[in-house]
């Protein structure tokens, strides 16, 4: 059955005062290393993630009115591609599995062998742009932020137009200058042609308790910060 979409639902607060939010549980919860050892044939996967650390991620949320911040393609076991300062190769496991990265997984399941193939052409061919077409689309940002989404450089991209660029030739999904959100709801509206993996929740238990630590101590947060502070 198809869960019904929700802007609430599978949230997550990384908030010392706010208590976490439980995830959606129509979505499978996976450990990492059912994420590490994802089935092959389904690559490349769309990969949805949140910092819960991240001050930025809770603004591009909630300015969005979604769940998760950025969006990329994992390629195969190890790399990932996603765009930041600029287009390029990750370490996904490096990046987004270290603890502070609430991870959400689909596969485009009618996609074909052959669509499969160019879709890693497709996808690995944005990396041989031209330098300063791979650079980040602040523009754009601007735009969104605004709810001008016209504003933008029209030959740079932010992580869900770079995304749009492949998604938009295999499946039905149509929307100039999307926002991560934008692209989970389609996800979530759209699951004959998509499917959820499920979502990876790293242990939050043991960073809230910290963070909350370092909150209550102004001298243990001025020192996480890079502010050095002397006793009089």
């Known amino acids: 059955m198809t869960p019904e979409p929700t802007t609430k639902g599978d949230s997550l607060m990384y908030d010392p005062i706010i208590p976490f939010k439980k995830p959606n549980p129509s979505w499978k919860q996976l450990s990492f290393k059912e994420v590490m050892d994802l089935d092959e044939d389904g690559y490349p996967y769309l990969i949805f993630t949140n910092n819960l650390t991240s001050w930025i991620s809770n603004i591009i949320k909630k300015h ?51 669509q499969k193939y160019a879709m890693f052409y497709d996808i690995k061919m944005q990396l041989y742009k031209p330098w300063y077409k791979k650079l980040y ?32 030739l295999y499946t039905s999904f149509d929307m100039k200058h999307p926002s991560p959100s934008d692209i989970n709801k389609w996800c979530e509206w759209h699951q004959e042609e998509v499917e959820c993996i499920g979502v990876y929740e790293p242990d939050v238990t043991i960073k809230r308790t910290r963070f909350k630590r370092l909150y209550n101590n102004p001298l243990r947060w001025a020192w996480v910060r890079g502010i050095k502070y002397r006793r009089t």
């Not at 940002?141 to 030959?155: C, D, K, S, T, V």
């Open 64 to 114: 969005t009115a979604g769940e998760y911040s950025h969006v990329l393609w994992k390629m195969d076991k190890i790399c990932g591609i996603s765009q930041g300062w600029i287009l390029k190769k990750i370490n996904f496991s490096k990046t987004y599995l270290r603890g502070n990265h609430r991870v959400k997984i689909w596969r485009v399941k009618t996609a074909s062998l052959n």
């Open 137 to 168: 689309d602040w523009p754009g940002i601007i735009g969104q932020l605004f709810r001008m989404r016209w504003i933008n450089y029209p030959w740079r991209n932010y992580c869900s137009e770079s995304i749009n660029e492949v998604l938009s």
